[in-house]
T-cell receptor, first 113, second 109 residues
Framework: EAQVTQNPRYLITVTGKKLTVTCSQN?????MSWYRQDPGLGLRQIYY???????DKGDVPEGYKVSRKEKRNFPLILESPSPNQTSLYFC????????????FGSGTRLTVV | GQQLNQSPQSMFIQEGEDVSMNCTSS?????WLWYKQDPGEGPVLLIA?????ELTSNGRLTAQFGITRKDSFLNISASIPSDVGIYFC?????????FGTGTSLTVIP
């Protein structure tokens, strides 16, 4: 089944403890992206990647890192999480660019205390 | 970044009613996309629009790409309980992809 898989689905952590949210897609998509969703703000793009080793900042990149060493994987790294990063995170992939829309994972709900 | 404003913010309707929502931007988009998000899930693409004035249907859903290219509209006819969710407009600018603020739809049986 074609899908975007994120792990974990739920995560509670403490301020400052480094964490990684994994994302993998099995559709051979070139584009991948991370979003955070907060009430009243919709989905905001954190980082995106157009291909292996090609990444760029979205609208809200502060406090996050990403890497794209393989086409299928696009992990999101929080080096020193803070409470304002408590949010619902989505990974997404697209076959050849944003014009054709993204396929989304099921989300990771992160709470930083 | 781009600001996509959706209205209304929320809707409560009776089953069987038609629904209309819209999305406006301060700048021009060349592509408009509409997504639906079910509770606890990621957004799913409903309709894609690529040309000003275009009208596209997907079952009971119909979306239009505004003539000014700064807006788009989504209509749902004869709503049913499974239409419940949050509807987002979205569009690309360069390699970035922006979402609207969302319209939350509740359908009362």
């Amino acid at each position: 089944e074609a899908q975007v898989t994120q792990n974990p689905r739920y995560l509670i952590t403490v301020t400052g403890k480094k964490l990684t949210v994994t994302c993998s897609q099995n559709m051979n998509h070139e584009y991948m992206s991370w979003y955070r969703q907060d009430p009243g703000l919709g989905l905001r793009q954190i980082y995106y990647s157009m291909n292996v080793e090609v990444t760029d900042k979205g609208d809200v990149p502060e406090g996050y890192k990403v890497s794209r060493k393989e086409k299928r994987n696009f992990p999101l790294i929080l080096e020193s999480p803070s409470p304002n990063q408590t949010s619902l995170y989505f990974c997404a992939s697209s076959v050849n660019g944003a014009n054709y829309g993204y396929t989304f994972g099921s989300g990771t709900r992160l709470t930083v205390v | 970044g781009q600001q996509l404003n959706q209205s209304p913010q929320s809707m409560f309707i009776q089953e069987g009613e038609d629904v209309s929502m819209n999305c406006t931007s301060s700048s021009i988009f060349n592509t408009w996309l509409w997504y639906k998000q079910d509770p606890g899930e990621g957004p799913v693409l409903l309709i894609a629009l690529y040309k000003a004035g275009e009208l596209t249907s997907n079952g009971r859903l119909t979306a239009q790409f505004g003539i000014t290219r700064k807006d788009s509209f989504l209509n749902i006819s004869a709503s049913i309980p499974s239409d419940v969710g949050i509807y987002f407009c979205a569009g690309p600018t360069g390699n970035q992809f922006y979402f609207g603020t969302g319209t939350s739809l509740t359908v009362i049986p």
